[in-house]
Every structure is written in structure tokens, then in C-alpha cells.
């Protein structure tokens, strides 16, 4: 399902230190398709709320927002997506990642920590529209660094390792 997202990111220089609402095993796959545009398939786990797969395209529109083609997926869909990227045979990448949720309000902030070879902490909150004001939690603002909004060297994508 197409949707509008809209989101900031920013760079933290530790986790928050407050107690989370859910932590989540990611790992994500890329693969570049026939046509050029990059694929990623995402596999989540949690304690809490078990397993979940997920496809998406995602198409930047502006700094910030981006229009992402969803869908759920089975596990034999991942698992084949995956083997498709391990197989060499496409341009294709990998990531893992913790990603812990805090709610806040109508919003949560998912605050993800890269366990590819990078020591990065980066948080993000979805907006419900462009010109949202954001009003910052302590337990983020304590840790906030920076804003990486648009950067694209912040981006999963960016941020992945080439599949070997």
C-alpha cells in the first residue's frame, strides 16, 4: 500500500535513558531490480511483538518525505528476497539494527542502533504532516545531537554494507 511518509531524523550520542515501550531485532536487505530502483525487504523481532515481514519501495519526494510502497510479507518471501540478494547475482545490501520504541503522545520516536560495523544512534519520529511542530522529550533531548533530516549519508540504505 502507497503511502506518505514524513519524517526527521537525528543524531544521538547515546540511547535515551528511560525505560522503552518495545526493542526490535531488524535486519534489512537491498536489491537494486531490473528498472534501477532499490527494493528492501525487512524482517522485525520483538519479545513483544513477535515477527513481522515487510517489502518496500521507497521513492524520496522532498527533504524529509518520501512516498513508500508497503506490503506484508510471509517468511518464505523474505527468506527467498534475502537469498536473492545473497546469490551475487544483483546489486544488493544488508543492515541489522536494535531498534528500540518509545511513545510519546499521538507519535513514537524509534531510535535505531546500527550493528553493521557503524557505532551510530539515530532517531526518528513520523510526522502526521509536513509543518508539524515538534515538541522534544527530555529523555531525547538529553542525548540529541544533531539533525540529519535529508542527509543521505544517514539513509539505511547509505548506511548498509554491500552484500559479499
Avoid at 535486519?27 to 520483538?46: C, D, F, M, P, V
Avoid at 512516498?67 to 545490501?93: A, G, H, I, N, P
Avoid at 515538534?134 to 539513509?155: M, R, W
Wanted: proline share 2%.
Amino acid at each position: 500500500m502507497e503511502k506518505l511518509e514524513i519524517e526527521r531524523k537525528f543524531l544521538l550520542k547515546s540511547l535515551p535513558q528511560i525505560k522503552e515501550d518495545d526493542i526490535f531485532q531488524i535486519e534489512q536487505y537491498y536489491l537494486k531490480n531490473k528498472n534501477g530502483i532499490w527494493e528492501r525487504a525487512r524482517t522485525y523481532h520483538s519479545e513483544i511483538s513477535g515477527d513481522c515481514y515487510i517489502h518496500t519501495i521507497k521513492r524520496s519526494i522532498s527533504k524529509g518525505v518520501n512516498m513508500e510502497d508497503e506490503f506484508e510479507m510471509t517468511k518464505d518471501e523474505f527468506e527467498k528476497f534475502k537469498d536473492m540478494c545473497l546469490s551475487k547475482k544483483f546489486d544488493s545490501r544488508h543492515i541489522s539494527k536494535e531498534r528500540w520504541i518509545y511513545k510519546y503522545g499521538d507519535l513514537k520516536w524509534e531510535v535505531d542502533k546500527f550493528n553493521s560495523g557503524y557505532n551510530l544512534i539515530i532517531a526518528e519520529i513520523e510526522l502526521p504532516t509536513k509543518k508539524y511542530r515538534i515538541s522534544f522529550p527530555d529523555y531525547i533531548n538529553d542525548v540529541k545531537l544533531l539533525e540529519v533530516t535529508g542527509l543521505k549519508q544517514f539513509s539505511n540504505r547509505a548506511l548498509s554494507l554491500k552484500v559479499k
